[in-house]
């Protein structure tokens, strides 16, 4: 089991209370299709993913986007059992969806890069720490149900 510190908790209720899921998960999820563009073959019902513009004004990418940060409500309020908290997310994405879950790297990337950006000086070491350890756990959680 994962161990957090309270500095550790205090700091990912902190970021998650405060942050702005529209803004956030739109250019989370639209720098990891615009970085990593074999990540858009999930999207291929969503519309124009042609350039880098249509990605960013995509209202289909920015709502899944904002959709999967909220997903990430599901971690902060299950901080100790967040395995369990994301079988069935895991479940769908490996059995359903077929997402590869080296994606989920590589978005958490994205988001740590979007969050940093959006907090500037107060998005310190310690943040850093706390915000990866917390997402590195999420993405174990979610490639569980993969064999
Ligand atoms: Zn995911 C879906 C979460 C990542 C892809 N997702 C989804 C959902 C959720 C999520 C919640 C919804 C479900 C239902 O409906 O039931 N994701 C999530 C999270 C994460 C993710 C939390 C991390 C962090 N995803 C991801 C990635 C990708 C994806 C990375 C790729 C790239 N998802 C997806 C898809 C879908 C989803 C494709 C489906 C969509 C639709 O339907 O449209």
């Known amino acids: 089991m994962v161990e957090w510190t309270q500095q550790e908790r205090s700091i990912i209720t902190g970021i998650f209370s405060n942050l702005d899921y529209e803004e956030i998960g739109a250019k989370a999820l639209s720098r990891c299709l615009i970085v990593y ?3 858009q073959r999930y999207f291929g019902a969503y519309g124009d993913l042609s350039t ?4 960013k004004s995509n209202p289909k ?3 899944h986007g904002v959709k999967v940060l ?3 409500d599901r971690a902060v309020k299950n901080m100790d059992n967040i395995k369990a908290a994301y079988a069935e997310l895991s479940v769908l994405h490996s059995e359903k969806l077929h997402v590869d879950p080296d994606n989920f790297k590589i978005f958490s990337d994205c988001l740590t890069i979007v969050v940093a950006a959006k907090l500037g000086d107060a998005f310190n070491a310690d943040t850093q720490s706390a915000f990866q350890k917390f997402l590195s756990v999420v993405v174990s959680a979610l490639g569980r149900q993969y064999h």
Do not use: F, V
């Open 61 to 63: 990418i920015a709502a």
């Open 52 to 55: 880098n513009e249509a990605i």
């Open 70 to 72: 909220h997903g990430l």
């Open 37 to 39: 563009p074999w990540t």
